[in-house]
C-alpha cells in the first residue's frame, strides 16, 4: 500500500513539473518580441516637402521637376491633370502658357506625410544653345583650329604666338601676354599662295526657324592687334594691313571649298594699335535653320597680325 502511495505522489509530481514547463514556454511564445539593436534611435523626424522646376530646352510645355525633399522615400506628384510617383518626373502641361499648382506629397517609412503646393510658371521663352569655343585662348597652340584638307593649300592654321592679349578668357588681367594666334606678310591671304593660313572651327548653334517666326542672333567675339607701321618698318599689304573674321553657312571638311563659300557674316579688323594694344571685336550674325556653321579667320597683311580669345554666345 505504501509502495503504491509512492509511486502515485510521484507522478503527481511529474504532471505538474511538466505542466509547469508547458506553461512557461507557452508564457514565452506569447510574450515574444525583438529587441532594439544597439544604439539605435526612434524616428522623430517627419518629411519636408519641397521642390523646385525648369523648363525643356526643347518644348516650354515640359517642365522637369527636381525633388527637393527630405526625410522620405515615397512620392505623390498632382499636377492638376495628371500625377506622378516618380522622386523627380517630368510633365507636359498642354494647355501651354500659364500659372499650375503643383502639389508634391512626401511619405516617411512610418507612412507620415507632408505636402507643398508651388505654382508653377509655364512661358515659351526660348533659350539659345551656349556654344563652347574649343581652344578659344589658344593656350593648346593650332588644335581644334584645323580644316581636314585643303586642295591647294595648307591645313596649318596660324602661327603660334605669345603676343596674345594681356587678358586671360575670362577677362581678367594676366598682368602680361597670353598666348595668342598670329598672320605674317608671308602667310596672308593677299595675295593667296599655298602658304595662306586659315584658322577654322565648326560650331553648333540654336537654328533660326522661319515658319514661327524665330530669328536667332549671336556674337563672334575675339581680341585682335596689328604691328603699326613703325614696328614694321612701313610695311603695307594692298588696301592696309587687317584681319578678317568670316562665319560661314554650313560645316566643310576641305579648306578650299570654306574658301571658296560666301560668308553669312564677315568683319574687317584695321585700326591699327601696335602689338601690345588689343582691340575687341564683337560681331553680330543670324544663325541659319540647320544650326551648322563655321568661325574662319584670316590675313590681308605685311606684318605681324594677332587674335586671342574667340568666343561666341547668344546676343541679348
Not at 71 to 97: C, L
Not at 100 to 119: E, F
Not at 177 to 206: D, H, M
Amino acid at each position: 500500500m505504501k509502495n503504491q502511495l509512492f509511486i502515485f505522489k510521484k507522478t503527481i509530481q511529474t504532471v505538474l513539473c511538466l505542466s509547469a514547463i508547458a506553461l512557461t514556454l507557452s508564457c514565452e511564445e506569447a510574450f515574444e518580441y525583438e529587441l532594439p539593436e544597439a544604439g539605435t534611435q526612434p524616428d522623430n523626424s517627419l518629411p519636408v516637402a519641397n521642390f523646385d522646376y525648369i523648363p525643356d530646352a526643347e518644348n516650354f510645355k515640359k517642365i522637369n521637376f527636381n525633388n527637393l525633399s527630405f526625410e522620405s522615400i515615397k512620392y505623390e506628384w498632382d499636377f492638376g491633370t495628371g500625377t506622378s510617383t516618380d522622386k523627380d518626373p517630368s510633365f507636359v502641361f498642354d494647355a501651354g502658357e500659364g500659372t499650375y499648382p503643383v502639389t508634391l506629397t512626401a511619405i516617411d517609412g512610418n507612412n507620415a506625410t507632408n505636402s507643398v503646393t508651388l505654382d508653377v510658371d509655364v512661358v515659351d521663352k526660348f533659350v539659345p544653345l551656349p556654344v563652347t569655343i574649343i581652344n578659344g585662348d589658344f593656350n593648346d597652340g593650332q588644335n581644334d583650329w584645323k580644316f581636314s584638307t585643303f586642295t591647294g593649300g595648307t591645313t596649318s592654321p596660324f602661327n603660334s604666338s605669345s603676343d596674345g592679349s594681356f587678358t586671360n578668357y575670362d577677362g581678367t588681367d594676366n598682368g602680361a601676354k597670353t598666348k595668342g594666334a598670329k598672320w605674317t606678310g608671308s602667310t596672308t591671304a593677299l595675295p593667296q599662295t599655298s602658304n595662306t593660313r586659315f584658322a577654322y572651327q565648326a560650331i553648333v548653334v540654336s537654328p533660326s526657324n522661319a515658319a514661327i517666326g524665330r530669328t536667332v542672333k549671336y556674337i563672334l567675339e575675339y581680341e585682335y592687334a596689328i604691328k603699326t607701321p613703325a614696328e614694321a618698318g612701313n610695311a603695307q599689304a594692298a588696301g592696309g594691313n587687317r584681319i578678317f573674321s568670316e562665319i560661314l553657312n554650313q560645316h566643310y571638311a576641305d579648306g578650299a571649298n570654306a574658301v571658296a563659300s560666301e560668308p553669312v557674316s564677315l568683319f574687317v579688323a584695321d585700326e591699327i594699335k601696335g602689338k601690345t594694344v588689343h582691340t575687341t571685336v564683337q560681331q553680330e550674325f543670324t544663325a541659319n535653320e540647320t544650326g551648322e556653321m563655321a568661325i574662319m579667320f584670316y590675313a590681308y597683311t605685311a606684318v605681324d597680325c594677332y587674335i586671342d580669345n574667340v568666343k561666341v554666345y547668344p546676343a541679348d
